[in-house]
Each structure stands twice: as C-alpha cells, then as structure tokens.
C-alpha cells in the first residue's frame, strides 16, 4: 500500500501570500490531520477531517483553513503568510479498527516564508 | 489541558549499550499513547500504539511500555542507524488529536 503523500515538498513564499498544500492519504483512511512542526514549537496540532468534515481544530488563527474532498485527500491553506508560518507542515492519515488505532505521518512540505 | 514530557532531551550510546527513553503523559482519559521515529527531514515513522496500562510492545530493538502516568521505549544493543529523535504522543478518549511530547535526540555512536 501506498503510504501518506504531499505535495510540493518544498515551498518557497514571500510574506502576505498564500499558499495551499495537499495530502493523499493511505488508501482506505478516511481521517487526516494536520500538524505543524518547529523547532521551538515542536509538533502543533491544526485540524483534522473525517469525511469531509472537520472534526476539531488545534489553536491557530483562522488564516490556517482546511477541507477535505469525497476521496479524502485534503488541502490546506494558510493566507497572508507571516514569517513565522515557515515550518514543517506534516499530514497524517489514521486507521482504526475498534480500540486500536494507527496513525501514518507523510513526508511533509516544508514552507520558507521570506 | 494533556501534557507530554520526554527525557532526556538528547541521549548519546555506544553501539550494543542499552538504554530506555521516558515519556510522562496527563491526560484526562488515555485512549492511546503512540511513540514515533523521525529522522532529519522527514515525516515521524509510527512505531507503537499503546492502550492500557501494563502493555508492552516489541519491534525489532525496540520495546515499549505503558504505565498510567509514563511510558518507557527500551532500546537494546542499539546500532548507529537506530539514530533518530524518538517522539512520544497522546490522544485522549474525547479528542481526536495527538499532543507531543518535545522529543528525545538518540545518538549511536559505532
């Protein structure tokens, strides 16, 4: 099986654009979250979204947004960047099947804002 | 509010010399507690899910076991590609997201 993808991998932006990143996840998952990581922060929970709806949402500004389409890929989008979006930007997709639960993280895009 | 903690920061080993890897975790109700690899640049390699105290898992090098307020990674006779930063996570029974910890550096040295 195919694991989680993203893409681009890398972005480069300047600072007051926006950008949209995207993530496949495993065939099958129909949950996929999101989460941010820095090296000061470390990994920051953004949203998550099971069948198209978004089922919670971490402590980030409404500049962060999210959706999800019928087959489960997601996208996010973050406008009018700031320095301080530049980070590690990971999706995770996750399995459960009664009690237990996996959750696959894929490569990540990492976004330089400038 | 749940709350992660790992130690140490950063671990450096012999090759073959032992050791383990602590995560304290407060969490209203644990639904699970997930340890992950992640190596430089790339996305966090998913190792365990553990869900009750008492449990343990095994893969490889590598055993993990819960507590009710901690869970310990045992790393045995690592090797030199065993380094990577070991990340613990939890998620609580209401919630649906993972709560890090900030992550242990391993480093083995051959």
């Known amino acids: 099986k195919a694991g989680v993808t993203q893409t681009p991998r890398y972005l480069i932006k300047t600072r007051g654009q926006q950008v949209t990143l995207s993530c496949s996840p495993i065939s099958g998952h129909r949950s996929v979250s999101w989460y941010q990581q820095t090296p000061g922060q470390g990994l920051q929970f953004l949203f998550e979204?099971?069948?198209?709806?978004?089922?919670n949402k971490g402590n980030f500004p409404g500049r962060f947004s999210g959706r999800q389409f019928s087959n489960s890929r997601s996208e996010m989008n973050v406008s009018t960047l700031e320095l301080g979006d530049s980070a590690l930007y990971l999706c995770?997709?996750?399995?459960?099947?009664?009690?237990?639960?996996?959750?696959?993280f894929g490569p990540g895009t990492r976004l330089l804002v400038l | 509010e749940d709350q992660v903690t790992q130690s140490p920061e950063a671990l450096r080993l012999q090759e073959g010399e032992s050791s383990s890897l602590n995560c304290s975790y407060t969490?209203?109700?644990?639904?699970?507690l997930f340890w992950y690899r992640q190596d430089p640049g790339k996305g966090p390699e998913f190792l365990f899910t553990l869900y009750s105290a008492g449990e343990e898992k095994e893969k490889e090098r590598l055993k993990a076991t819960l507590t009710k307020k901690e869970s310990f990674l045992h790393i045995t006779a690592p090797k030199p590609e065993d380094s990577a930063t070991y990340l613990c996570a939890v998620k609580e029974t209401s919630g649906s997201r993972l709560t890090f910890g900030e992550g242990t550096q391993l480093t083995v040295n051959p």
């Open positions: 995770a997709s996750s399995w459960v099947t009664g009690p237990q639960e996996t959750q696959y």
């Open positions: 969490v209203s109700g644990l639904r699970g």
């Open positions: 979204y099971f069948s198209e709806t978004q089922r």
